[in-house]
């Protein structure tokens, strides 16, 4: 258990509204990443940090912002949602095992943007 | 560049059949590898990794063996229960790409009693 949590856990909001979701972990890891899960698509990359105010984009970028002010905290908006935004978010941190890295993911965050 | 294929599914199988699950991959570098599952309402847990070539994983009974010449990493189960019933993610980790990983597009197993 890599302590993760992700909040909310279910959402429903309307095109146009902004959102916000929540990634926060307990261990100290450096290295967090934002996925989205789609049928068809497996997981795709959206953003990652690797430390605070330390951020790049990943493979699905366009609509979404992070941000991290704190270890423990990695933030994902989606200024203006849209129908294409619903999906299954995943939160992930990377650890080190010495030899590679391994990710560990949080329980994930249903959106339906309507 | 890197990624990953994965067989298409959805796979189902009765208690107690062979399972594989193909999974090759192209990479630059040397990267690791990995099979990820994920039952239904959950995130992805990690089942098992290779790290170097001819590395065998292996996790509650499923093993994987990292071939380099093949560039594959097939996950395997020789009898499978009802409760390995979730969807599967073949994943790799290349060197020099910020810690970022590289996901199929994933398998689901059915097993039915």
């Known amino acids: 258990d890599a302590g993760i949590t992700q909040s909310p856990r279910h959402k429903v909001t309307e095109t146009g509204t902004p959102v916000t979701l929540r990634c926060h972990q307990t261990?100290?890891?450096?290295?967090m990443y934002w996925y989205r899960q789609d049928p068809g698509h497996g997981l795709r990359l959206i953003h990652y940090s690797y430390g605070v105010k330390d951020t790049d984009k990943g493979e699905v970028s366009d609509g979404y912002s992070v941000s991290r002010s704190k270890t423990e905290d990695f933030l994902l908006t989606l200024e203006s949602a849209t129908s294409s935004q619903t999906s299954v978010y995943f939160c992930?941190?990377?650890?080190?095992?010495?030899?590679?890295?391994?990710?560990?993911f949080g329980p994930g965050t249903r959106l339906t943007v309507t | 560049g890197n990624s990953v294929t994965q067989m298409e599914g959805p796979v189902t199988l009765s208690e107690e059949a062979f399972l594989t699950i193909n999974c090759t991959y192209t990479?630059?570098?040397?990267?690791?590898l990995f099979w990820y599952v994920q039952y239904p309402g959950e995130g992805l847990q990690l089942l098992l990794k290779?790290?170097?070539?001819?590395d065998k994983g292996s996790n509650k009974g499923f093993e994987a063996t990292y071939r380099k010449e093949t560039t594959s990493f097939h996950l395997e189960k020789g009898s499978v229960q009802v409760s390995d019933s979730a969807v599967y993610f073949c994943?790799?980790?290349?060197?020099?790409?910020?810690?970022?990983?590289?996901f199929g597009t994933g398998t689901s197993l059915t097993v039915i009693p």
């Open positions: 290779a790290t170097k070539a001819d």
């Open positions: 261990e100290n890891h450096r290295y």
């Open positions: 990479a630059t570098g040397y990267p690791s």
């Open positions: 992930a941190i990377s650890e080190s095992t010495g030899y590679t890295y391994e990710q560990y």
């Open positions: 994943a790799l980790s290349a060197p020099n790409t910020g810690n970022q990983f590289y």
